[in-house]
Each structure stands twice: as C-alpha cells, then as structure tokens.
C-alpha cells in the first residue's frame, strides 16, 4: 500500500483487491473461527494486525475492522444458515461488509433510528435512509438496523443486506477531512424486500446486536489510533534527528526532547489499555468498560500526537511533503466514530456508578 496511499487519498480511490490481499494474508478473518474460513485468533492479535495495517492507512484500517463487524455479529447471533453462506468470503476477503446502524437523526442516540422493516409474509420491507455507512458502495454484505416494533431499542432489529437487492440505492458519499480512501455513503432503503430469513437473531435483539459489536468494534478503532500515533512519531523522531538549526539537531533541545518524551509514554499507556482490553475479550471476561477506556484514551492520544508531530516539523509539517498532516486528519474520525468519546466517558462514568459499594 505504501508507495500508492498518498495519492490514493488525494484521489479518493478505494481498491478492493487490497481487501483480497488482506484476505490472502489471513488478517480479514482473524477473531473467526476456522471452521468458517477464519484464523481462529483472538482480538489481541487482531489489534496488532490493525496497528500495522494503519501505520500505512487509516482508511484500510477502517476497512479492515468494518468487514469484521459482521462477522462477530453473524459468529455471535447468526443462524447456521447464515453462518455458513456469509462469514466464509468475508473471512477470507473475497467479500466487503459493512454495518448501517446511523441516521441523519440517531447518532449517538441510536435506539432513535427511523428506519422501518414492516413484515410482508415471508418477507420483512425496509424503508428508510441510513447514513455514515464506510465503504458501503463497495459492501457486498450489509448489516442494517431498522425498526420492527415500537419505539426505543427494544423496537429494533437487524437484516443482512446483500448488493444488488432491488430498491437498494446508494446517496450521497461524503466529503471527509480525512481517511479518503475509505468512502463514507448514504444509502437509500426505498420498498427493499428482504427474505425473513435474513433476520439476524429474533425480532426486537437489534440494538443488542449493535452495541455487542461496537464493544469488540471499540477495541479495534484503538488499535488503529495506535497504528497512526506511531507513525506519526516515527515521522518526528526521524525529522527531530535530522534537522539541524542553531548549530545541532532539534531533537536536542528541551522543548522537542519533552515533546517526543510525551508522545512516547502516552503512546506507550494506549497500547497497554488497548491489550488489556482485548485480553479480556479473549478471556471471555467483562471487557465493555475496558474497551470504552481504550478507545477513549487511544483516540484522544492519536489526536495530540499526531498535532504534536505536526508541530515538530514546524512549517513542513503542515505541508502535503510529509504524511504527518494526513496523519492528523485521520486521527480526528477516530474520536468520532464507534460512539463519540463523549459517549465513552457517559459508558465508563455509569459503569462506575453502578458498581456495588
């Protein structure tokens, strides 16, 4: 990826073949089970798979952890059936997925969704638009939230949405800050019959299945603040060597030394929350409020070392030349998306509060 990224992101340009390639290399189905095309791996090592994966892109990150989402969802709710016919090419990259839980007017109030999926026999009809879909035009695989009963998140279930269903149509795609590569898409749900067997779980579990993903899906956002936060140090560590002013390298006065010196101790506390979590996941324990702290943490570090890394390049730095401005515009989303870091702070604050004296 890394000789084309730079000009993929200025053109916009998503190649899927990379997914493939990804899949080739084992790292689309890692949490997965083998016995569906997985690498029978846990989350710890799926964090350091996306770490990686977004020291050279954000935006592929983003990708990556996305066509995971439904599979965890199918692995965990779905039915034998739909096990077997979706989690395979997902697993091993022959397949993109996606997950449409947000509207224009449910972000991070989600049990607000409008979406509705009105029983027909034995077909459910979804209408409605949902919004901030990553790289639904590329999806062949979407997981889609709508409402079946009465209001709030008892009302809500979930559907898997195949391309080329009739009445499915992409909007809009979004103009982004950043992760360009990765297109964020509205898409338009006008009279699309779905086969009742493509319910996931039962009737009124929607909100339930999206927010065990998001838990899992926290956990990856994190790895990918990791990725880009090293990255980005990697890029000031080299340039604080380098360039020379009054005599010797930046690096060796104070005011940059104490700079790198930050971004390398919170970096270093991220990743030990990110694994914290993802140990617990693989353990089977209590692992929600871990994964609110290591998104929290890992995305609000991925935005002050990237501006720090900005910042020691001075002038360059906030020049196309280096990649450290792009890492920056990357870094923003991930304190945006998987629920705001406002949301974890209300997850983590109620957690605590609940907690038995």
Not at 34 to 42: K, R, S, T, V
Not at 228 to 241: N, W, Y
Not at 246 to 275: C, N, Y
């Amino acid at each position: 990826m890394l000789p084309h990224i730079e000009q993929d992101e200025r053109d916009e340009r998503f190649r899927p073949e990379w997914i493939r390639a990804l899949g080739e290399l084992g790292l689309t189905g890692i949490p997965v089970v083998e016995e569906y095309g997985g690498a029978g791996l846990g989350y710890q090592e799926y964090a350091v798979a996306l770490e990686e994966v977004a020291r050279v892109s954000a935006g592929y990150a983003i990708s990556l952890a996305v066509t995971g989402l439904p599979q965890v969802i199918l692995s965990q709710f779905g039915s034998p059936k739909q096990k077997e016919k979706w989690i395979r090419p997902l697993a091993e990259g022959r397949a993109i997925g996606a997950f449409s839980l947000s509207e224009a007017g449910s972000g991070s109030d989600a049990a607000s969704l409008r979406t509705t999926a009105r029983r027909d026999g034995e077909f459910y009809v979804l209408q409605g638009t949902k919004h901030w879909v990553t790289q639904g035009d590329f999806a062949d695989v979407i997981l889609v939230m709508a409402r079946t009963g009465a209001a709030g998140p008892k009302g809500i279930s979930t559907f898997i949405l195949e391309k080329g269903t009739p009445g499915f149509q992409l909007g809009k795609r979004e103009k982004k800050m950043g992760c360009h590569v990765s297109h964020t898409m509205e898409l338009v749900l006008d009279d699309v019959r779905l086969p009742a067997e493509n319910l996931v779980g039962a009737e009124g579990e929607g909100f339930k299945v999206a927010m065990t993903a998001l838990d899992s899906g926290r956990i990856t956002i994190a790895a990918a603040a990791l990725g880009i936060s090293r990255a980005a140090m990697d890029v000031a560590i080299h340039h604080a060597q380098q360039r020379v002013q009054f005599g010797k390298p930046i690096g060796e006065f104070q005011g940059v030394s104490f700079l790198l010196a930050d971004m390398a101790t919170q970096w270093e506390a991220a990743r030990l929350l990110v694994h914290c979590a993802a140990q617990l996941h693989d353990q089977g324990l209590p692992f929600s409020q871990e994964a609110a702290m290591a998104k929290l943490f890992a995305t609000d570090m991925a935005m002050r070392v990237t501006t720090d890394a900005v910042q020691v390049l001075g002038g360059s730095g906030y020049t196309q030349d280096f990649p450290v401005e792009r890492y920056m515009r990357e870094a923003k989303v991930l304190q945006i998306v998987e629920g705001t870091n406002q949301i974890q702070r209300l997850i983590i604050g109620k957690n605590l509060l609940e907690q038995k004296a």
